[in-house]
């Protein structure tokens, strides 16, 4: 190998990390706290500070821990909750009163959390990349890099406090890990995929499903006639003596697993872990569910939900790339199939199962899957002219969708791939994290700016400030709302502006479905980044009476 071939895939990397790091930034910027931000840091900020571990405890620490990392590298932020908020369990309140009435701006604590979290993502990039490498040779890693660096979904994941991000490397790490254990059984590999497996139950307890797709891969892996074992453990005999030799070394992996949750909790905490898990299971148990999918609202949830998100959301390139190298998926040795194709596979199954249709987050521990099918293209090809045909082909998947989709600049939560539906008509189809996550308030901002600053009207889906974003409002219905409404009046003499969050237009949560549908058959003058549309009423007086009528 010549020094220009060690060199590229090295300056590919970093030309991939830095673009990717750059639409994070740029994606950091435009986003107001999502939904649960401010629960999450303020979480992770009180388990340092109290080793307390009662706020979001549905969800394990270890995310929320690193998250909070930064504010304690600062000067030390006071954390003195409301008592009976405190008492309560007043998780909404605690985090709206920590990011907005604490001694420093609120994006000067959120944005170095979010950098954790592209941090996190870019780590991601990097083993996808590598695992493309090792699977198919430096023009698949390089193709991984590349596709996984410009997915806009990761972007928009990495650049808000977002488990599903740590979720996925972890997970990702401990497939590979098996991937090489099975190929070459050593002790280093074994460990760190203990450890791997530990980290991801310590981000969120989904990961317990990830477990059984590992396991379910061990068993594929046997059953095609090899042998999965403990480290140094000779395994000989039929089928059977090999299968049962599995369950020890899960048993083993599972041990690892444990000792590496234990600190997340401080040790002393560890049993909040089962108790967490306990939690998330009863969530349903008291509120029910709402999910939007093609114009319905339904509490069940859809089987055809997530394979639906894939087509819609994630870009062409990789969707087309991806399909292609299915068919020929029978060429792969049997240890990619066990330990590549069965976890993601499991993983996926298992969320359609669930039905917890909220957005394409969920799934995102099974798309690396996507990323590595689509790089294996650049390995396709017997003869040079294949090989270029191949290249090119890949080289395509991975560019066109960037230069068609070049006006996301920071608005990557709300991406559609076009070839169903883009952000203009997405509503149609999607709903919820999909397209809006309470993100839009910096862009809604900006575009009230531009006509002067009105108050105006707004319908909401969210619990970030819109005044934190110099926005002057009335407030109509919305959801997530829980503080008292402003005092400022919109002046029917002037313009009438009207600004509705996507989730609201479609009805998921609010008790009159379609209250705000109307709106839909008229053209708004901006939507925003795709989350708020905002309509122009002005000498509208019957729109404007059917806008304030009584919840």
């Known amino acids: 190998m010549n020094y220009a071939q060690r060199i590229l895939p090295v300056a590919t990397l970093l030309v991939c990390l830095a673009i990717f790091i750059i639409r ?10 999502t939904f649960d931000e401010a629960v999450h840091l303020t979480a992770g900020y009180s388990y340092w500070r109290t080793g307390d571990f009662r706020i979001n405890r549905e969800t394990p620490p270890l995310m929320k821990l690193l998250w909070a990392l930064p504010l304690l590298a600062t000067d030390r932020l006071p954390f003195e ?5 405190w008492a309560r369990n007043d998780i909404w309140r605690m985090g709206d009163a920590f990011l907005y009435e604490a001694p420093a701006k609120s994006w000067d604590l959120l944005d170095p959390a979010r950098r954790v979290n592209v941090a996190i993502g ?3 990039v990097v083993l996808v990349g590598w695992w493309a490498r090792r699977l198919w040779g430096p023009a698949s890693g390089m193709a991984a890099w590349a596709l996984a660096a410009l997915d ?3 972007i928009a994941q990495s650049a808000v406090l977002s488990t599903d991000v740590g979720l996925t490397l972890f997970c990702t790490a401990a497939a590979y890990c098996l991937w090489e254990y099975a190929g070459n059984p050593r002790r280093c590999w074994f460990i760190l995929a203990g450890i791997s497996l530990g980290l991801a139950l310590a981000t969120k307890f989904s990961a317990v499903i990830a477990v059984a797709g590992l396991g379910s891969g061990a068993i594929v892996f046997v059953l095609a006639g090899d042998s999965f074992a403990l480290p140094g453990v000779q395994v000989t005999g039929d089928r059977r003596t090999r299968l049962k030799q599995i369950v020890p070394a ?3 992996l599972g041990l690892i697993a444990v000792i590496c949750i234990l600190p997340a909790y401080f040790v002393v905490q560890s049993l909040d872990w089962p108790r967490g898990l306990r939690q998330q299971l009863g969530r349903n148990e008291f509120a029910e569910p709402h999910y939007y999918l093609n114009g319905e609202v339904s509490s069940q949830g859809w089987w055809w939900y997530f394979p639906e998100v894939l087509a819609l959301k994630t870009p062409a390139g990789t969707l087309l790339l991806a399909m292609f190298s299915l068919f020929f998926v029978r060429q792969l040795p049997r240890r990619s199939v066990a330990f590549l194709l069965v976890p993601p596979a499991i993983y996926f199954m298992a969320m359609l199962a669930a039905r917890l ?6 799934i995102l521990p099974a798309y690396p899957l996507l ?3 689509a790089a294996r293209v650049a390995a396709f090809g017997s003869t040079p002219a294949n090989r270029r045909i191949a290249g090119i082909a890949v080289a395509l998947g991975i560019l066109v969708p960037p230069i068609i989709d070049a006006d996301l600049n920071g608005r990557d939560l709300s991406y559609f791939n076009g070839i169903i539906a883009d952000r203009a008509d997405g509503h149609r189809y999607l709903g919820d994290s999909n397209i809006d996550w309470g993100q839009g308030l910096p862009i809604l901002g900006a575009v009230l700016r531009e006509h ?3 108050v105006i009207y707004l319908s909401y889906a969210g619990t970030a400030r819109p005044e934190a974003h110099g926005i002057r409002y009335q407030r109509l219905p919305g959801w997530g709302e829980f503080r008292p409404a402003p005092a400022n009046r919109v002046d029917h003499g002037g313009r009438v502006l009207v600004a509705i969050s996507v989730s609201n237009l479609q009805g998921t949560y609010l008790k009159e479905p379609t209250r705000y549908r109307w709106l839909l058959d008229r053209q708004p003058i901006s939507r925003t980044d795709g989350s708020i549309w905002v309509f122009d009423l002005t000498g509208d007086e019957s729109a404007v009476k059917q806008l304030q009528k009584p919840d």
């Open 452 to 454: 002067g600053e009105p």
């Open 250 to 252: 899960f048993v083993r």
């Open 357 to 362: 249709n909220i957005g394409i987050r969920v």
């Open 81 to 85: 909750p409301d008592a009976d908020q």
């Open 24 to 33: 994070c930034e740029r994606a950091i910027s435009l986003t107001a706290p």
């Open 371 to 373: 990323w590595l099918l």
């Open 122 to 124: 870019a780590l991601l």
């Open 152 to 154: 806009p979904n990761l």
